[in-house]
């Protein structure tokens, strides 16, 4: 099934089914093709393949039916013309700036993105004469201020880590396209069953598959969703030829994964706000941060854009440091970790760990301070997870 011949599939259908096709064996669960060649019946049609003349496999860096399947089902998902599969998230986002990007260009970013994308930004990418400039969010103003003739690409997470600050795609796809840029965001927080960017105007969706994609912390993966022309032109011949492929392996369990992701993203969402409210109730914490919150300064920009707040949170906790790592040291069932994404709840403290290389001030202007903590609220029940976080706050 494909979404082209079959146009009025809804996502939870498109979930379930796109992208599958049947072998001669007539299975019912898609199969892992684990093969990294393909053979030809004769000489000719090996030329013919190599050629381009004729379509079909020649090896698992260019193409793989459980890549294939995989790509077809994200895709429909996100609303776009073409998907291509990389190896990991931050494969996916070196992908899209080899493919689209070359000495002398600029890129404007979010500074309040995922901090390996900040290392490829500044310690890789840059070598590589591409400059990067960092603005806040949700400053429209800021991002035009930062626009110069050579930029290439607006680049952004919303919501963001772990803030969960709320950007206006719509707004920031006019203004990239004003200039004639492309606007680049990645969704790996929301994921396409709450949050759809190419509807807003978005033209590079990309994916950390390892997060809610897969959803049970067992693949690292990735992928970049567009149009035809741009991800199937250019950035696939980054990953066709530099090799930043995807496993099939890995393809299956992420393919397996967009089956339950609405169900899951909506059972993570509605424990992140039931957590979210409870947390707003005690007294030992100053403030929550959650799209799905009244309380959140974006609310209404939120619940335009996604259909549910997600799985992630943070909050302050009185008493800084100490008082936050008391309560992240006080949990028996919460995983300690960084990670997010799964259905195990994880809690870290941020100005610590995964903003612990960013210099104090700039970590203090971005809102992350030494009483913030993060949680990924997975999909225990909601009970036990309060009662978790009860005790270290009490
Ligand atoms: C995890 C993550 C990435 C990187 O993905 P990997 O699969 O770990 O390479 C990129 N962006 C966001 C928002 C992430 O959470």
Redesign the pocket.
Known sequence: MSQDKEPHYRLDTLAVRAGHVRTNEGEQGEAIFTTSSYVYESAAQAAARFSGEEPGNIYSRFTNPTVRTFEQRLAALEGGERCVAT???????LTTCLGLLQAGDHIVSSRA??G??VVLFNNIIARFGVDTTYVPLTDLAAWEAAIRPETKILFL?TPS?PLTEIADIQALADLAHAHGCLLVV?N??CSPALQRPLEFGADII?H????YIDGQGRC???AIVGTEDCVGGDIYGVVRTGGTNLSPFNAWVFLKGLETLRIRMEAHSRNALALAQWLEAQPAIARVNYPGLKSHPQFELAARQQSAGGGVLSFEVKGGQKAAWKLIDNTRLLSITA???DTKSTITHPATTTHGRVDPAARAEAGVSDGLVRIAVGLEAIEDIQADLARGLA
Do not use: H, P, R
Request: charged share 10%; proline share 0%; aromatic share 8%.
């Open positions: 190896s990991s998230g931050m494969g996916a986002i993105i995922f390996s994308t997470e880590n990645d790996a927080f990309i950390s598959a390892t997060k690292i993966g990735g990670n997010l994404g």
